[in-house]
C-alpha cells in the first residue's frame, strides 16, 4: 500500500514504468526512483475576514536529493492532494535531471480556492504554510517556486515569512519572487517564452513558417498568456484561447491585443466577448498549426489524441496527456511534432535556477544574459532528445523522460542508499 494514490499519481507512475522497461531498471531498483524521498502534510488555520476560523490543508514532497536541493512550485487550488502534489514533483525531477539542473523535483501545495480568499486571507495562508514548511526546507534543502494560484506577491510573502525566523533577510530560500525583492528579471516570463522557443524550434524541423501560422493556447493564466504573447511577436495568429472561466474561439484570429488588455484589468476572460464564445470542451480538437494545453494535468485522453488537427503539440502544463494518448500520439508522429511536457514547459524552472544562483551570489545579470542562456540551455536538451528519437527510433516523451531517468539513476547508484 502507498499514500500516493489518485488518477494524477497513477499516470506519473505508469510512465515511469514505461521508462524503466525501456531502459532496463532492474525491478528492485525502481521503487527506490519513482517514490519520493520524504512528504510533509501541515494544517494551516488561519483567521477568516469575518472572524471565524478556518484550516486548510497543506502539503510538501521532496522527490529526491541526490543531485542537490530540490525544486518545484506551490500550488493552490482546491483540486490539490497528496497524490497530485508527488506526481508533480516527480516530473519535476526528471525535467531537471534534462535540463541539466543541479536539482531533485519538489512540489507543494494548499487545498483551497484561492478566489475565495481576500487578499489578507490569502497573506495569512501564505505565511502560515511556509511557517509549517520551516523545519523542511532551506535554500539547500527545498527551493519554493509560484504554480497555479501563486504568485509573485505569494513568493514574497513565503521569504519574508522564512527570513523573519532566520533573523536575516534570505532571498534564496524562494524562486520567482518580486524583482525589487531579490527577483530575477525575466523569471514571470521564462516558462512561455520555453515553450515558444520550443515551438520555434519544432516547426523550423517541421518547415512550418510562423507567419501566418495558427495557435490555440488552452489555459490563460502566467504560462498561457505569456505564451500567447510571444507568439502574437512571431506572426502567429492566435485563433482559439480559455481559462476557467471563458473559452473564445475565431478561425479568423482573435483580438489579441484587445483580449491582453481585459485580463489585465479584471484577471480572466470572462466579460471580454460572447460573440466569439465556445464549447471548451471542443477547443483542443480543431484545427491549427501550434496546439498549447496549458492548463490542468489530464486533458488529453486517447479520444481526444485521436481528434487533434494540429502540427505542434507543445505541452506548457504538466502531465496534460495521458499515457492512452501517447500510444495514440505515437502512431500519429508524423503528422504532430510532441514537445513533451518536461522539455517544453522547463523555462521556469531553468530560470528559478538562475534566480536562485544569483541569490546566492548576490550578483544579478541583464535580461539578455537570462534570455542567452535560457535558450542555450533548452537547445541542448532538445537536440539531445531528438538524437535519442533517431538512435532508437523512439516517441519524444520516452526520449525525454528516458535521458532525465537515467541521470538520476546513475547518480543514486553511485551514491548509494542515503540520497
Known sequence: ??????????????????????????????????????????????????GSTAVFQGYRVQHHLTLGPTKGGTRFAASVDIGEVAALAVWMSWKCALVGLPYGGAKGGVT???????????????????????????????????DMGTNEQV??????????????????????????????????????????????????????????????????????????????????????????????????????EAIFKHTATHGVLAGFSTQAAFDPAALLAQPCDILVPAALERVIDAAMAAKLRCRILAEGANGPTTPEA????????????????????????VVSYF??????????????????????????AFEQMLARVTRERISHRTAAMAIGVEKVYAAKQMRGLFP
Open 112 to 146: 483551497v480556492d484561492p478566489h475565495s480568499l481576500s487578499r489578507r486571507e490569502l497573506e495569512a495562508l501564505s505565511r502560515r504554510y511556509m511557517q509549517e514548511m520551516i523545519p523542511f526546507v532551506g535554500p539547500h534543502t527545498d527551493v519554493m517556486a509560484p
Open 1 to 50: 500500500m502507498s499514500i500516493y494514490t489518485g488518477p494524477v499519481f497513477d499516470m506519473a507512475r505508469r510512465q515511469f514504468q514505461v521508462i524503466a522497461d525501456h531502459i532496463n531498471i532492474p525491478a528492485d531498483e525502481r521503487d527506490r526512483l519513482l517514490y519520493p524521498k520524504r512528504a510533509i502534510t501541515v494544517s494551516c488555520p488561519i483567521h477568516r475576514d469575518d
Open 155 to 256: 513568493m514574497a510573502w513565503f521569504m519574508d515569512t522564512y527570513s523573519a525566523y532566520q533573523g536575516k533577510t534570505v532571498t534564496e530560500i524562494v524562486t520567482g519572487k518580486p524583482v525589487a525583492t531579490g527577483g530575477t528579471v525575466g523569471r514571470r516570463e521564462a516558462t512561455g517564452r520555453g515553450v515558444v522557443h520550443l515551438a520555434m524550434r519544432a516547426a523550423k524541423k517541421i518547415g512550418l513558417n510562423p507567419k501566418g501560422a495558427t495557435a490555440i493556447v488552452q489555459g490563460f493564466g502566467n504560462v498561457g498568456a505569456i505564451t500567447a504573447a510571444e507568439l502574437v511577436a512571431r506572426g502567429v495568429k492566435i485563433i482559439g484561447i480559455s481559462d476557467h472561466t471563458a473559452c473564445l474561439f475565431d478561425d479568423g484570429g482573435l483580438p489579441m
Open 326 to 349: 501517447d500510444l495514440v500520439l505515437e502512431q500519429r508522429q508524423d503528422e504532430i511534432f510532441v514537445l513533451p511536457d518536461i522539455l517544453c514547459n522547463a523555462g521556469g524552472v
Open 355 to 380: 534566480e536562485w544562483v544569483q541569490d546566492l551570489q548576490q550578483f544579478f545579470w541583464e535580461e539578455t544574459e537570462v534570455n542567452s542562456r535560457l535558450a542555450q540551455i533548452l537547445d541542448r
